[in-house]
């Protein structure tokens, strides 16, 4: 009886620290979860701003655009006013040598 209590004693020794590792592992795996799943949260976050700086850049880059073609307008409109005006010189001249021939 002395030899099995024995027996006995030593496998709730091994089994009481099959526990406690158990228990390590456990509380070692939900750290590691935990650490993973921050490090994730992180990730994503670093992905939201740079998408947002894209937006940002995107919106930029189509008032640029935008910007561009305005000045291009201006410039056709510009360029067409000069020519304008040089017809109504022409005119203006052809005027008055139309006079001065009457």
Not at 24 to 47: A, D, H, R, V, Y
Not at 52 to 66: F, H, M, T
Request: charged share 30%; proline share 0%.
């Amino acid at each position: 009886i002395e030899q099995e209590q024995s027996q006995n004693n030593e496998q709730t020794t091994e089994i009481e620290s099959t526990k406690e590792q158990v228990v390590e592992q456990e509380q070692s795996k939900s750290q590691t979860e935990e650490n993973n799943n921050e490090e994730l949260e992180s990730i994503i976050n670093q992905i939201k701003q740079e998408v947002q700086s894209n937006q940002s850049q995107s919106d930029e880059i189509s008032i640029n655009n935008e910007n561009t073609k305005a000045v291009e307008s201006i410039e056709l409109i510009e360029q067409e006013q000069s020519q304008n005006n040089e017809q109504t010189t022409e005119i203006e001249s052809t005027k008055e040598q139309v006079v001065e021939q009457e």
